[in-house]
């Protein structure tokens, strides 16, 4: 008979009996739609099994799960071997079944092109191709750096695209492991200022501006703009918002702010 007829069969036994009719249990994508670390299994994305990412990202961006949003993806693998490469992008359209998602690289990647991914070929090390294709995206709501992983590009990539991130967003920067390699523009100083670490590190400082005693000091767009950092093993999740929660230190340093 074909197990599609049997189940229609079954259906029709249950409204004549009058027995409530059980939901059918989803199977294929459906099953582990709601798993991002199962999905990356499936899409052969090393976001699970290499790394560790996808639990942290289902942590994070859970609340976008049923979502219209705009995700974009820097890096979308396979480097310039044919047909290779879309796996992660792949996966978040899986995961967000509402959501535009568009991925970036130096190659060409449109072979990857289907229902609500898009791919576009731009240079993270170059403002303008950022700013270009930010702008054909139009609101951004989910950055995923995933690139050259050379502090540099990271840092260009941050300093253009952040600001561009809606409010309310999230930026995350993966395999910051090379910001310690100096064969992949790192460094083996820990204090480094100009690696992809150095730079996401000094934000926890920046979450904390208004508690500075330094009057002098102007806060930057991060200060103002980033209110949460969450570091783990090699990815970094950055939320953007407006931090302005105000201080108390005029009140615990009275013998300080008594002589301005």
Request: aromatic share 10%; net charge negative.
């Amino acid at each position: 008979m074909g197990e599609k007829n049997v189940r229609v069969l079954r259906q029709l036994k249950r409204q004549i009996t009058g027995r409530p009719v059980a939901p059918a249990k989803p199977t294929g994508l459906d099953a582990i739609s709601h798993d991002l670390s199962k999905l990356a299994v499936h899409f052969k994305t090393d976001k699970w099994g290499t790394h560790r990412y996808t639990r942290h990202y289902q942590r994070h961006l859970q609340h976008l799960k049923n979502e219209k949003f705009n995700l974009l993806e820097i890096g979308i693998g396979g480097y310039n071997r044919a047909g290779q490469g879309g796996a992660s992008l792949r996966m978040w359209k899986a995961f967000f079944p509402n959501a535009q998602i568009f991925g970036m690289d130096i190659q060409d990647k449109s072979f990857v092109d289907e229902d609500r991914i898009t791919t576009f070929i731009g240079d993270q090390s170059d403002p303008d191709s950022l700013n270009a294709i930010a702008e054909k995206i139009g609101e951004i709501d989910v950055i995923i750096d995933d690139g050259s992983h050379r502090s540099p590009h990271v840092i260009t990539t941050f300093e253009t695209l952040f600001p561009l991130l809606k409010d309310g967003g999230i930026y995350a920067v993966e395999d910051t492991q090379s910001s310690y390699w100096p064969e992949w523009m790192g460094s083996e100083d820990l204090d480094a200022k100009d690696t992809s670490m150095g730079l996401l590190k000094r934000l926890t400082d920046g979450l904390n501006y208004e508690e500075f005693v330094d009057e002098s000091y102007e806060p930057t767009y991060t200060d103002r703009n980033v209110v949460g950092v969450h570091f783990y093993h090699n990815l970094v999740i950055i939320e953007k918002g407006k931090n302005a929660e105000g201080s108390n230190k005029r009140s615990a340093l009275k013998q300080r702010y008594a002589k301005s």
